[in-house]
């Protein structure tokens, strides 16, 4: 945790001073690749901003010829299934 520090300490600034924030940090511990998200919306608009800006980025990398943001990283209202007719189970004939 000792690693996080330095944006713990980021983080109470940011709520002192009453800013919304989307904060993700990427640690490679070895092997091991970690990602931390923190977040803080008191604003309803904030998360719209978040998405918009992201998409922004998405753009500008694919007009670059890369993808760092890859468009699934929302995951979209799933549809709901078309309800089909139960068919009736058909009763066994006695012979």
Do not use: C, W
Request: proline share 4%.
């Amino acid at each position: 945790m000792a690693q996080l520090n330095h944006i713990l300490n980021l983080i109470k600034r940011l709520e002192k001073e009453e800013i919304d924030y989307f904060l993700i940090t990427l640690r490679h511990e070895g092997s091991e690749k970690k990602a931390d998200v923190f977040y803080k919306f008191e604003n309803p608009e904030s998360i719209r901003y978040v998405n918009e800006t992201l998409d922004e980025m998405e753009e500008e990398d694919t007009k670059n010829g890369t993808v760092l943001i890859h468009s699934s990283r929302r995951k979209s209202p799933k549809k709901a299934p078309k309800k089909t007719p139960k068919k009736r189970a058909s009763k066994k004939r006695k012979k």
